[in-house]
């Protein structure tokens, strides 16, 4: 999520590809540097909706869609 | 002296005066005239269709995350809603109400007595000169406080600022909108089958 512009996709890949797990990690780590937070989506087996912070690429589940990063929490 | 005379002499010292002062005093005006040190700042009309556009993007990563029903009821309510963290085996005691650019508000479940506003902002760090990096789209900004509820609530609630109920929400229009939202569930409650977040 990018203030001003909604979502933005910054890499895309299948984690399974080692040239793509790489691209995938320095996206990650290079978000996390600057400060972002980040999310994924999970839907349960009973349909209901979560989400879980991550704070390491080892802690994205395997066959994640997609982690959302967007900005840290600050009191409003 | 005739008028005639009086008026041909008026006019000889009007010239006279204008020709031995004039340059003079078209001088201390031109100095006491305030001088144009600036140039007119040029300033950039901002695009609407920036922003309308940055809305969408953001309501259909909205209801790729939350899936229709939730979605719904975020359009229709204009809020989301979200249940605090329950012990093992027992229902949750309190919810929340979340607010686009508003705080967020804690509420007891079982009477409905609001209990506090969590102030919460997520402020763009990363490019202070960008003029429309103030702030999330709205979709987005409910999305990141419940992605941050749902994955660390108390991680949330500690970066927010707490405050009484009714600092900026009017406590009436809040409490309205946990009766419109209990009456959007139990009209949508077989389409959001299986979406317990949405009370």
């Known amino acids: ?76 | 002296m005739s008028t005639a005379a009086v008026a041909s002499l008026s006019i000889v010292v009007g010239v006279l005066a204008a020709v031995a002062f004039g340059p003079d005093l078209l001088a201390l005006a031109r100095r006491r005239r305030p001088r144009r040190t600036h140039r007119p700042a040029l300033t950039a009309l901002p695009d609407p269709g920036r922003e309308l556009r940055a809305e969408r993007r953001a309501e259909q990563l909205l209801l790729s995350v939350l899936g229709q029903a939730d979605y719904e009821a975020y359009r229709a309510l204009g809020f989301l809603h979200a249940y605090g963290r329950a012990e093992q085996g027992r229902e949750p005691s309190y919810g929340y109400l979340i607010y686009p650019h508003k705080p967020i508000v804690s509420y007891d479940v079982d009477s409905g007595e609001l209990l506090n506003e969590h102030c919460v902002s997520f402020p763009d760090r990363s490019d202070p000169g960008d003029e429309f990096g103030e702030r999330l789209p709205d979709a987005d900004d409910v999305l990141a406080k419940w992605m941050a509820l749902r994955g660390d609530e108390r991680g949330l609630i500690r970066a927010a600022n707490m405050h009484l109920p009714g600092r900026q929400l009017d406590p009436g229009h809040v409490r309205r909108d946990l009766i419109r939202m209990s009456e959007w569930t139990g009209r949508s409650l077989p389409a959001s089958h299986g979406h317990a977040d949405v009370a």
């Open chain 1, 1 to 76: 999520m990018k203030p001003g512009h909604g979502d933005l996709t910054l890499a895309e890949g299948d984690p399974e590809l080692a040239e793509d797990e790489a691209l995938l990690i320095e996206t990650f780590r290079r978000q996390l540097d600057e400060g972002m937070w980040a999310a994924v989506p999970t839907v349960e087996s009973g349909g209901k909706r979560e989400a879980t912070m991550v704070r390491d690429f080892s802690e994205v589940p395997r066959d994640a869609e997609r982690v959302i990063f967007f900005p840290p929490a600050a009191g409003g």
